[in-house]
């Protein structure tokens, strides 16, 4: 309990950090290092799980300072479903980044820590990508009632970028598999494109075909990027 208090008072100081760069911005907007970000999506798939229902809004902010990004992304959709993550990472020269991923919805209370009804999955992510290979590794470190983290829950994925294409397979256990188990639960590929709207304005647009061998689904998601 100790624990997840401090990481709870981290996370307002992280939320503070991130809204300073905002009076910087309006000073210098050429020298900001705070962005915006917003994503349009058929589906909401999460490492091969579908998460809501229809179209899914997924808008993100965020603050980067050499290898260091602090942010928040978000996902929302007509049904209902919410979800607000705020996360920290460092990214190291070499190609190895770390970080801690806090998973929390909306409709929770967002004080709620206890083991019983937590509104927190804190997860612990590190991953190194070289050339077109990557390779990520996830761990949640805390078990929360309220948003169902029983703790311990593992993800691994491992990927290759092509010039036009992505493949990606990824295994875990826990929150990622019917029966908590581990096994294979998240394979596809991915591709992007840009659309010309005018002679100055486009939009990137992107398609994954995903196959979850666990629950025996496939899917078909195109997004847009703003």
């Not at 309006?26 to 998460?51: C, F, H, M, P």
Request: aromatic share 14%.
């Amino acid at each position: 309990m100790k624990k997840l208090k401090c990481l709870s008072a981290f996370w307002v100081s992280v939320m503070v950090m991130e809204l300073l760069p905002v009076q910087v911005s309006a000073q210098d907007e050429q020298s900001s290092k705070l962005t915006v970000n917003a994503d349009l999506y058929s589906n909401y798939i999460w490492r091969g799980s579908k998460l809501g229902t229809g179209p899914a809004f997924q808008p993100s902010v965020k603050f980067s300072d050499g290898g260091l990004t602090i942010g928040v992304w978000g996902s929302f959709d007509a049904r209902g479903y919410s979800e607000t993550d705020p996360y920290i990472s460092f990214s190291f020269p070499f190609g190895l980044s770390l970080g801690i991923t806090d998973y929390y919805l909306p409709d929770l209370d967002l004080f709620e820590i206890s083991e019983a009804e937590g509104s927190h999955a804190m997860e612990l992510n590190g991953g190194f990508s070289k050339g077109g290979f990557s390779l990520s590794a996830n761990y949640i470190i805390n078990e929360a009632g309220g948003i169902a983290s029983a703790g311990g829950d593992k993800y691994f994925q491992i990927g290759y970028s092509f010039k036009n294409v992505s493949l990606f397979a990824g295994a875990g256990d826990g929150w990622h598999t019917i029966d908590g188990g581990f096994d294979l639960c998240n394979i596809g590929l991915s591709t992007s494109k840009m659309i010309n709207i005018t002679d100055t304005f486009s939009i990137p647009v992107c398609g994954q075909v995903i196959f979850n061998p666990d629950r025996g689904k496939l899917f078909v998601v195109a997004g847009l990027s703003f």
